[in-house]
């Protein structure tokens, strides 16, 4: 999840730090896992959806949650992205018209001057607020979808990101459930390592050299 929500937005929500998390990205996590999880049931048991079973309601409960808040998350990046753009947009306008008065007191090269107004310079500039543009900066400066269409598109990308995240997962604990000794060695590396501490830094990943053994 965090690493989709760093292609998308430009930045990691950063769900693995518990100071930094921000609530509504949790019960985000949260609701997704749980829409998954019963959608295994639904698909060995479809009378359930036929008869609106409780367990169908949780369902949809759930999924409307994942779709509401990625909805709303992805309006927010979008209207600031198109913030970003405009302010852009403005600042080349100045920057041209001072440009057009100097070209025409000076004697500057023409043909410069020529592809410089038909547009012949194809590494399209696209403004960010970091280092390396969003896929929602990229989306808003490429003009082909609307903000509604963008912000639509947040949910199946980001369920995508707990979905895989939440499988290997899985199949990490039954592979620990199954072999005790294991779970125990591994237990004994993180509490040496970390100390109950979050993984937050390059630095304390590289070095749960066990923890890496173990996938």
């Not at 509401?68 to 913030?83: D, L, Y």
């Not at 808003?140 to 995508?160: D, K, Y």
Request: proline residues 4%; charged residues 30%.
């Amino acid at each position: 999840f965090d690493m989709f929500s760093a292609v998308l937005y430009g930045e990691s929500p950063e769900t693995t730090n518990t100071e930094k998390a921000a609530p509504e990205d949790i019960e985000f996590v949260k609701a997704t896992k749980k829409a998954f999880d019963i959608t295994g049931t639904l698909m060995t048991n479809p009378m359930e959806k036929i008869m609106g079973s409780d367990l169908y309601k949780d369902f949809v409960v759930n999924m409307d949650k994942t779709v509401s808040v990625a909805s709303e998350r992805g309006m927010e990046r979008v209207k600031r992205a198109v913030n970003t753009k405009a302010k852009h947009e403005s600042k080349e306008e100045t920057l041209s018209a001072s440009k057009d008065e100097d070209q025409e007191s000076s004697s500057g090269c023409p043909i410069t001057a020529i592809k410089e107004k038909v547009g012949l310079n194809r590494d399209k500039f696209i403004p960010s607020e970091y280092e390396n543009p969003s896929y929602i900066e990229r989306l808003v400066n490429r003009e082909n979808l609307s903000n509604e269409e963008i912000a639509e598109a947040q949910a199946p990308l980001l369920m995508a990101g707990v979905d895989t995240t939440a499988y290997v997962m899985s199949w990490f604990y039954l592979n620990m459930a199954s072999n005790p000794d294991v779970q125990t060695k591994l237990a004994k590396h993180l509490k040496e390592t970390l100390n109950g501490a979050d993984v937050t830094t390059v630095e304390q990943m590289e070095s749960l050299t066990y923890l890496k053994a173990c996938f």
